[in-house]
């Protein structure tokens, strides 16, 4: 059955850069530009990839929808080039001052904008906030149900079925669309690089921006107002530790001096 | 009397991990709010896990037992929560961050018209301002966020393993209350095909006091040979980074790490682990921890308090060997 897809992704600034490097923006609360490389969050693109390959065995369309600043277009072109066939921008400062709530808000409202979706998909968790609220709001903003953390969507017959990762081991899950899923990783669905040729493509296609005007929202649920969770405080922990590092002229040397250590710190 | 709701399910007569550590933090919650505290318990037999409740703190225990709550389904056991809520009418509702906990919290706090706070690691209040504070995590760790609720009922997922665990009181008393609440299939829009467990032998990772980790340095499935023989030596468990299970080396069941297990040892051993982000997440309650690691550069030593730079294949096979003489004795 083709199906049509959404996949929501994130821009966040590179979250691998060294630790040396990481600096608050304490008036904004969050952290600090500075020039750093931005992404996509990580488990998005993992959305990204098995959105793909259900359009790969299914057919169907994948549509990238991102909610960010004007220049996360660059994320979206990034989508098209993994080989999403649409992407569309949701900017506007009333979106940016929104919590969780207001950001699953404004996202469902440029979903409905989409038009009949089957699948809506996002990571499990955001790279920068390690929040894990937006998928399962979604759902409820949109009315359907929600899987979480699954690793692989299949479609059957007139249903979805979903691997869903829980501390136990593995779930299957079957939904009949639309439904929303939050994708984690396993070995199935690496991201795969875009293409030359589709960046090229990329690049041509339009890509609409849609402010708060242009989507159905309620203009109570986004915007500071609406925030439910104000962000008092945001700092760097200090960190007392040193890390004592082993010497030794072999590895085998340090690997004796090692166990030494533990035993002597009674760790062993 | 509005107060805290503790959410467990499929707890039995004797509490898990996860729900003792709850406990532990509603109740110091509970002495700074000076708030009622009560624990809503959801299962087939709910009514089970009540003493137990009772015994770590709750004032008051309400169960609701039905057949369709045997396993985890969201819309059914959000049907429960909402009619838990309207008895209970709490301010602070509090959960694991278990995968049940962060696929039901931010759903219930929407349906409640609340506010969510996700994996808190700490949690104060002040009677007089009324007012909760929840601390946790964000940008993989490296920065702490102070967050105020300003929407009631706040719900609040805690993160597993940072919270010190509910310890019982003799002879303390409390009400249970059973609720009668319509559940129906009907509403449930996902359904549970079967699940998989993945076994593991020997000792359970989450549990472990000294957990020996692989990641992207080991090349492959191989290398995790010698840190099996390790964890035994010292009576542990093996864990892995993502990027060792998103290559299909071990069971992703091993996986240490944001999306995986949290775990917080005694001692961590993070071999051929670089130490990214949602790795750190995952194990930095560890008490003491090890890094052995070929580049000097890899964020991992900056979190360990000892390190040895080198290769594992060299390291590894003499701290086994040296770590069976000092231990055999």
């Known amino acids: 059955m083709a199906l049509n897809i959404v996949v929501c992704v994130k821009q966040i600034i590179d979250p691998e850069i060294p630790a040396s490097q990481f600096k608050l923006d304490k008036a904004n609360k969050r952290q600090l530009r500075e020039g750093h490389n931005l992404v996509i969050s990580a488990y998005d693109q993992n959305a990204l990839e098995v959105a793909l390959q259900l359009k790969e065995k299914a057919g169907g369309k994948v549509t990238a929808l991102c909610l960010g600043e004007a220049g996360a277009t660059s994320a979206l072109k990034s989508a098209l080039g993994m080989g999403a066939d649409e992407a569309a921008l949701l900017s506007d400062p009333a979106f940016l001052a929104c919590d969780q709530f207001g950001v699953a808000h404004a996202l469902a409202a440029g979903i409905k904008k989409l038009g009949a979706v089957d699948l809506v998909l996002c990571g499990c968790v955001s790279g920068d906030w390690g929040d894990l609220m937006v998928g399962p709001l979604l759902a409820e903003e949109l009315g359907i149900g929600c899987v979480t953390f699954a690793s692989r969507i299949e479609a059957t017959d007139g249903a979805l079925l979903f691997r869903r990762v829980v501390e136990t081991g593995v779930e299957r899950i079957e939904a009949k669309p639309p439904v929303v899923a939050t994708v984690i990783s396993d070995e199935t669905n690496t991201p795969r690089y875009p293409k030359l040729r589709d960046i090229m493509a990329a690049g041509k296609k339009p890509i609409p921006v849609w402010k708060a005007a242009d989507v159905q929202v309620d203009a109570a649920r986004v915007g500071a107002a609406a925030r439910r969770v104000e962000v008092d405080d945001l700092y760097v922990p200090v960190r007392e530790s040193t890390c004592e590092l082993i010497d030794g002229e072999t590895a085998e040397e340090k690997a004796d001096r090692l166990a030494l250590r533990l035993r002597e710190l009674k760790l062993i | ?329």
């Open chain 2, 1 to 329: 009397m509005p107060g805290i709701l503790v959410v467990v399910a499929g707890e039995g007569e004797r509490l898990t991990r996860n729900a003792l550590e709850v406990l532990g933090g509603a109740g110091r919650l509970h002495q700074k709010l000076g708030e009622g505290l009560a624990a809503v318990a959801l299962g087939e037999k709910a009514e089970a896990a009540a003493p137990a409740l009772i015994a770590h703190g709750a004032e008051t225990v309400y169960t609701v037992s039905h057949t369709l709550l045997k396993d985890y389904q969201a819309e059914v056991y959000l049907a429960a929560l909402e009619a838990a809520c309207a008895k209970a009418e709490p301010r602070v509702i509090l959960l694991a961050a278990d995968s049940m906990g962060r696929d039901v919290a931010p759903r219930l706090a929407h349906r409640l018209r609340g506010s969510m706070v996700s994996e808190c690691i700490e949690l104060d209040g002040d009677a007089g301002a009324k007012s909760v504070r929840a601390i946790r995590q964000s940008y993989g760790g490296k920065a702490l966020a102070a967050l105020a609720p300003k929407a009631f009922p706040a719900v609040v997922t805690l993160k597993l393993r940072t919270m010190e665990p509910a310890a019982p009181t003799e002879g303390r008393t409390g009400r249970t209350e059973a609720l009668s609440v319509t559940l129906d299939a009907g509403k449930a829009r996902t359904r549970l095909v079967d699940r998989q467990a993945e076994g593991s032998t020997g000792v359970k990772l989450e549990d472990a006091r000294v957990v020996i980790s692989g990641g992207r340095g080991l090349k492959g499935a191989e290398g995790f040979k010698v840190l099996e023989e390790l964890a035994q030596v010292l009576k542990g468990a093996v864990g892995a980074s993502r990027a060792a299970t998103d290559a299909g080396w071990v069971s992703a069941s091993m996986q240490v790490g944001q999306t995986g297990k949290t775990v917080a040892p005694d001692l961590y051993v993070a071999v051929g682990i670089s130490g990214a982000t949602q790795h750190i997440a995952g194990m930095s309650g560890a008490k003491a921890i090890v890094a052995i690691n070929t580049d000097p550069e890899a964020p991992i030593f900056k979190l360990a308090q000892l390190g040895v730079v080198g290769d594992y294949r060299q390291v590894l096979p003499r701290l086994l060997a040296k770590c069976k003489e000092l231990t055999s004795g």
